[in-house]
């Protein structure tokens, strides 16, 4: 059955520096993969996904993410932290009709 | 409203009492989903809905948990008996369309009910 992995509960970063949060997925059949974000005491909010073509997707507030078939994977990147980027994030997986999360990674933002 | 709503936000009630927790999705979503949030526990899959279909009931954890959607909009979530394993965020979502098939609708969530279980 179609999961999610995410490597890392807890990532910290200076701002400025490369963000990567990992993600690795098992998947049977060509996978549609999301991330969501969810900031201090809000709800989940969609930041990109990939469905079909192009394998690198850009998503709100600078991420992209690339889907590697090789590898079984959909890291999420983005060049530059910012001090606002700091939250939960969840990589998810599609499977019959519904999303199946990872159990999330924490981004802490260091000054 | 504009997005997806959910009452209480906050709840804390005695083991071995029932609760109920309230959506009412985005107007015009098709499909609704429950998740569950425990603290190094990710999203929990619980149940889904969509459109006049049998809601998919695959995730919920027992016979204790239960939930319907009355015409189509508002779902209520219903905890019996509750325990102190019961305590996480309920989160409710809805989409446009099902996340599977051939719409990848995008899930919009709501900030979720604390549940606390003394």
């Known amino acids: 059955a179609q999961s999610v992995t995410q490597l890392g509960s807890h990532v910290s970063v200076s701002e400025g520096a490369l963000v990567l949060l990992r993600c690795n997925y098992s998947?049977?059949?060509?996978?549609?993969l999301f991330w969501y974000v969810q900031y201090p005491n809000q709800g989940l909010q969609l930041l990109l996904k990939?469905?079909?073509?192009?394998?690198l997707v850009k998503g709100i507030n600078g991420f992209e993410a690339e889907f590697k078939k090789s590898e079984t994977s959909f890291h999420l990147t983005k060049p530059s932290a910012h001090m606002s980027d700091a939250a939960e994030y969840f990589c998810?997986?599609?499977?019959?009709?519904?999303?199946?999360f990872g159990t999330g990674t924490r981004l802490q933002v260091f000054p | 409203g504009a997005g997806v709503s959910q009452s209480p936000s906050n709840k804390v009630t005695e083991k071995g009492k029932d609760v109920e927790l309230r959506c009412d999705p985005i107007?015009?979503?098709?499909?609704l989903y429950w998740y569950r949030q425990s603290l190094g526990q990710g999203l929990e899959f619980l149940i889904y809905?969509?459109?006049?279909?049998?809601?998919?009931k695959s995730g919920l954890p027992s016979d204790r948990f239960s939930a319907e959607r009355t015409g189509g909009s508002v779902s209520t979530l219903t905890i019996q008996r509750t325990q102190q394993e019961d305590s996480a965020v309920y989160l409710c979502?809805?989409?446009?369309?099902?996340?599977?098939?051939?719409?990848?609708?995008?899930?919009?969530f709501g900030e979720g009910s604390r549940l606390t279980v003394l």
């Open positions: 990939y469905t079909t073509g192009a394998t």
């Open positions: 809905f969509q459109g006049n279909s049998a809601p998919d």
């Open positions: 998947s049977s059949v060509p996978p549609y």
């Open positions: 998810a997986v599609v499977r019959t009709d519904k999303l199946i």
């Open positions: 107007s015009g979503h098709t499909a």
């Open positions: 979502a809805s989409s446009l369309v099902a996340s599977g098939g051939a719409g990848t609708g995008e899930l919009f």
